[in-house]
Nanobody, 122 residues
Framework: QLQLVESGGGLVQAGGSLRLSCAASGRTFSGYAMGWFRQAPGKEREFVAGVTWTAGTTFYVDSVKGRFTISRDYTKNTVYLQMNSLKPEDTAVYYC???????????????WGQGTQVTVSS
């Protein structure tokens, strides 16, 4: 069974940066993609960024393009989310997710981490 553990969340002022990490353990991840989602208070969870595991192709929600960068370290079984120029509206719990069934293009991931809080103050 694959376990995902996020780290790197915290409190930052608007315009600042944070780097989230998600380490996969339990077995070597050899699936299709890993990604990041977020859920703000009172809102539904939304997709933020994803990366295909083999090719490293990245994709983002429009609201974070140019500010966030997703990357993966194949050898460490880890995915990262570098978040720059943070805005108060980026405040949310950020979740790491993995897909080993091939449904990531539909937003369907079958492994999830516990989440890490990101708070951006104005």
């Amino acid at each position: 069974q694959l376990q995902l553990v996020e780290s790197g969340g915290g409190l930052v002022q608007a315009g600042g940066s944070l780097r989230l990490s998600c380490a996969a353990s339990g077995r070597t991840f050899s699936g299709y993609a890993m990604g990041w989602f977020r859920q703000a208070p009172g809102k539904e969870r939304e997709f933020v960024a994803g990366v295909t595991w083999t090719a490293g192709t990245t994709f983002y929600v429009d609201s974070v393009k140019g500010r966030f960068t997703i990357s993966r370290d194949y050898t460490k079984n880890t995915v990262y989310l570098q978040m720059n120029s943070l805005k108060p509206e980026d405040t949310a719990v950020y979740y790491c997710a993995a897909d080993d069934r091939g449904y990531f293009s539909r937003g369907e991931y079958n492994y999830w981490g516990q989440g890490t809080q990101v708070t951006v103050s104005s």
